[in-house]
């Protein structure tokens, strides 16, 4: 069972598009986080966030949490080849088996100039 | 500060070898993670450490492979008998007190990860 399920898996645009991405789940989670990885890297923390329905900007980034804290979503404005990556939300659990995050499978973001 | 270390960054062996991968995390953080990640797919857990000692290690895909912490520091991730299904690349990740429920204990930090490739 997938606890969080993101869409679409893969997403490819041309520069300057809109677009949105989205992590669902039918469990309530304390926390919600997106992490963007590039190849050869890492997963790098964008944001976290703790609110139902908090919404948080990071540039042209933007952060969602759902009022239910079940899902969540990002929306990129005017995308630029430099977004380009694996983009994973993670869910936090007090006291889950996995340490307490939960991690979704990935939406894959290719951005072409 | 330093980051999330891991070494080697790239690991060839031949199947059947042993290999051994080695975390640092980030000083004074308590929570450490192993993940394994196959080309362009995402994160699968393997396991966790609070402190020294590991709560669940039912993520490890295998008995062939095995996990330890010392110090509350350094991690070795080890897989004998190493097969060509176990290339991937191994990520550790580090964080803060797991056991507080700030949203700060959540966040973790990434290593660049090991590219292990059997062949």
């Known amino acids: 069972t997938q606890l969080l399920e993101q869409s679409p898996q893969f997403l490819s645009i041309q520069e300057g598009e809109n677009l949105t991405v989205y992590c669902n789940s039918s469990s309530v989670f304390s926390s919600l986080q997106w992490y963007r990885q590039e190849p050869g890297e890492g997963p790098v923390l964008l944001v976290t966030?703790?609110?139902?329905?908090e919404v948080k900007k990071l540039k042209r980034l933007t952060f969602q949490f759902g009022d239910a804290r079940k899902d969540s979503s990002l929306h990129i404005t005017a995308a630029q080849p430099g977004d380009t990556g694996l983009y994973l939300c993670a869910g936090g659990r007090y006291g889950g088996s996995q340490g307490n995050l939960i991690f979704g499978k990935g939406t894959k973001l290719s951005v072409k100039p | 500060g330093a980051g999330v270390s891991q070494s080697p960054s790239n690991k060839v062996t031949e199947k059947g070898k042993d290999v051994e991968l080695r975390c640092d995390p980030i000083?004074?953080?308590?929570?450490l993670y192993w993940y394994r990640q196959s080309l362009g797919q995402g994160l699968e857990f393997l396991i966790y450490f609070q402190g020294n000692s590991a709560p669940d290690k039912s993520g490890l895909p295998s008995d062939r492979f095995s996990a330890e912490r010392t110090g509350g520091s350094v991690s070795t991730l080890t897989i004998q008998r190493t097969q060509q299904e176990d290339s991937a690349v191994y990520l550790c990740?580090?964080?803060?007190?797991?056991?507080?429920?700030?949203?700060?204990?959540?966040?973790?930090?990434f290593g660049p990860g090991t590219r292990l490739t059997v062949t």
């Open positions: 966030v703790v609110t139902g329905g």
């Open positions: 990740a580090s964080s803060l007190v797991p056991l507080d429920r700030r949203p700060s204990s959540y966040e973790q930090y």
């Open positions: 000083s004074g953080h308590t929570a």
